[in-house]
């Protein structure tokens, strides 16, 4: 679970706010979780209003109607649970959403090695529900293997395409979301990895960099430089996350596009809608961000 540690809200928009805690990775499940919610000037919108709580889990949540309050940066909310200290967030209320549209087949074009030969799988189906397909042949591959990928699924004249939540090996069952309309039969299938996780993941690094130069990506009027962007960072966290020792071919990767990253990002000129009417004035044309101190 996400605590979310910095929050962006579309404009007019019902949101759930979310918090839980946790000790010594157990979640503690609290009698009583208020919620406040200030203004960018501090103002009280609401104050210590009950939150649900999630008796097996411990999650707090509150859905909040943004509707009638402005587009605008720098709103706050506060979670106090049983009493005890209270915790703030900033939020953004945006016009327009933060575009991340990087795809498998766009770090494909950049770097092929990312793509193996176990990448994708066609097959019939044993068996299934509405979220499930059951295949035994699948069990030769780990648990969560296909986990995060895509799974295409054949029923008729229909071609259904769904996100992979789980795999269980043991069983080749293959669970997805959102659910189907018909439950699967023995309906032909085609499965692949994905990245998808990860390029959101390289998506929110992005934005808060930005958000350390008290910029925000979303405000970019031409999101291909931000594509752009995300794409150098996914490369640089997935070698990281690969390296064995140190100056291996990992690690020179992961500088390599480490530097683009950096590179673009300190000498890109934006168009950027400061004032975020969803146009972009003479004054907002050819903005730089500022440089950042970069620590790795």
Not at 63 to 82: E, F, H, P, Q, T
Not at 89 to 109: A, E, H
Not at 215 to 242: C, M, N, P, S, T
Not at 264 to 290: C, F, H, K
Request: charge should be negative; proline fraction near 2%; hydrophobic fraction near 30%.
């Amino acid at each position: 679970m996400l605590t979310q540690t910095f929050i962006e809200i579309e404009y007019g928009s019902t949101y759930t706010f979310t918090y839980f805690k946790e000790v010594k990775n157990t979640s503690v499940i609290p009698s009583a979780a208020k919620i406040s919610i200030y203004g960018s000037d501090n103002s009280i919108i609401i104050e210590n209003q009950d939150m649900t709580i999630d008796g097996s889990t411990g999650v707090c949540t509150y859905d909040w109607d943004s509707a009638g309050y402005s587009v605008g940066r720098n709103y706050s909310v506060k979670y106090i649970l049983d009493g005890g200290n209270p915790v703030v967030r900033f939020f953004d209320i945006y016009l327009y959403p933060f575009i991340n549209d990087v795809t498998d087949d766009d770090l494909f074009n950049v770097n092929k090695s990312i793509r193996d030969d176990t990448w994708g799988k066609a097959g019939a189906a044993e068996s299934g529900t509405t979220s499930t397909l059951v295949d035994s042949v699948l069990s030769g591959y780990d648990d969560g293997y296909w986990t995060g990928g895509i799974i295409t699924i054949y029923q008729g004249d229909r071609i259904e395409e769904r996100k992979i939540t789980n795999f269980v090996k043991s069983t080749g069952t293959i669970t997805f979301s959102p659910l189907l309309s018909t439950a699967v039969n023995t309906n032909t299938y085609e499965i692949r990895k994905s990245y998808q996780d990860k390029i959101l993941l390289a998506g929110e690094m992005v934005q808060n960099d930005f958000r350390r130069q008290n910029k925000r990506a979303y405000l970019l009027i031409d999101h291909y430089q931000v594509k752009w962007l995300i794409i150098y960072k996914f490369f640089e966290e997935y070698f990281g996350d690969l390296i064995k020792e140190e100056g291996d071919e990992y690690e020179k990767q992961s500088i390599r596009y480490g530097n683009k990253y950096r590179s673009d990002m300190e000498t890109m000129t934006m168009v950027y809608d400061e004032n975020e009417d969803g146009a972009a004035s003479e004054d907002e044309q050819d903005i730089r961000p500022l440089a950042p101190r970069w620590e790795r």
